[in-house]
């Protein structure tokens, strides 16, 4: 038994006892939790599982860092003290699912050191020929996401007609980033929506779902025509958009469009489709799937 912030009290065994895989890991952490809404304590949760310390410090190259032992008894989190508060809880995650997961081997003899890369690693992105480097530090990323954003805390945000309200919603509420909470709400919404991340009129990346039609833009390519702001609002309606615009599908499909202008150019679009055809393809996407059975271990 542990103890953390606020009297928290997690048994690590138990949790430990759900395997390596980073969504049962989280699963188990959050049974301990009990029914709860609003931000995940995560600073309390990893105190209550052996970290002694998580400190801030002014990294450069890093954007987070475990130092521990190798029988993984205790830890020290270092996180970067240059990003916001969000980027910070997310990097006490990621270093918490290195630490729980006996499969991950530290990048050196002290423990862990993660780049902003690392961080950005999906198992989207993840293959058999990739590293294990690689793969864990997708593991990682797993467990950072299940753990801020368990479906018991998200669900209440996935109500009614998708809307970008509800990412902004769950972004302020469990004290996450917005592009996180755009993924998250991709992941777990029942319609066929997706979310087209841009920056300056160009695509950055694409956030689907499972069966969401193929799509017609691809990273760094031009997007089409946004909808505007409301009036005092940096949120746009629902509007009607052209299909060939934004899928590559010979079905005729109702799709509407709705963004988020933000600043310095950057804008979120949430694409809803009448329907789905199960012909996704990667075109610059970051539809997240639980890859994890599909990798063999390493011995």
Known sequence: MGT???????????????GPRPDRLAAAIENQLGDSDGRVPVHAIA??????EIREEPLTNLEGALITTSERDVGSILVNRRS???RQRYSVGHELGHFLNPW???????????????????????TREQSRHQIQEAEANRFATELLMP???????????P???????????????????????VELHDATIAVALSCGGRLRYWARCGDFPRVAIKRDEQM???????????????????????????ARRGVTVQTLHQQNGFAMTLVVVEGSDNNNDDNGSESVEDALDRFNRFS
């Open 4 to 18: 953390g912030d606020n009297g928290l009290i997690l048994d690590r065994m138990e949790i430990e006892e759900a």
């Open 47 to 52: 105190r209550a599982l052996d970290i002694v």
């Open 84 to 86: 916001g508060r969000q």
């Open 104 to 126: 991950h081997e530290p990048t050196d003899a002290d423990g862990f050191w993660c780049t902003r890369q690392d961080m950005q690693v999906g198992s989207w992105s993840v």
């Open 151 to 161: 479906p018991s805390r998200f669900r209440r945000f996935l109500s009614g007609e």
């Open 163 to 185: 809307s970008l309200e509800g990412v902004l919603s769950a972004a302020r509420e469990l004290d996450v980033s917005r592009e996180a909470a755009a993924r998250r709400y």
């Open 224 to 250: 089409p025509a946004l909808p505007q702001v409301r009036l005092g609002s940096p949120l746009s309606d629902h509007e009607e958009a052209d299909q060939e615009d934004w899928l590559l599908d010979s």
